[in-house]
């Protein structure tokens, strides 16, 4: 079975940074592509980044580019998010996801496994 855990959310100031990280055990990760979706109260879960098996390729919600960079090391099993500029708008709870196929995916239905989520709280 996969697992993914997220971790480094929290309460930030409005124009701060935050990495996020997703840990995966219980298969090889290097296999998959992996995504970040972020869901507010009320809110559907949205599509915030993806990124291919290799991390050569990678994507971005309009709403995040150029301040959120998501990254991989396989060697440790490991996806990140880093956030910058923050903003109150971006306050929701950020789950990682792997995919069952390779490439660039924004969809929800790409995707099989998920995370718990963490909180990240940006205040104005």
């Known amino acids: 079975q996969v697992q993914l855990v997220e971790s480094g959310g929290g309460l930030v100031q409005a124009g701060g940074s935050l990495r996020l990280s997703c840990a995966a055990s219980?298969?090889?990760?290097?296999?998959?592509?992996m995504g970040w979706f972020r869901q507010a109260p009320g809110k559907e879960r949205t599509f915030v980044a993806a990124?291919?098996?290799?991390?050569?390729?990678?994507g971005y919600a309009d709403s995040v580019k150029g301040r959120f960079t998501i990254s991989r090391d396989n060697a440790k099993n490991t996806m990140y998010l880093q956030m910058n500029s923050l903003k109150p708008e971006d306050t929701a709870v950020y789950y990682c996801?792997?995919?069952?196929?390779?490439?660039?995916?924004?969809?929800?239905?790409?995707?099989?496994?998920w995370g718990q989520g963490t909180q990240v709280t940006v205040s104005s």
């Open positions: 990124i291919t098996w290799s991390g050569s390729s990678t």
């Open positions: 996801a792997q995919a069952s196929t390779n490439g660039v995916h924004t969809q929800r239905y790409w995707y099989n496994y």
């Open positions: 219980g298969r090889t990760f290097s296999d998959y592509a």
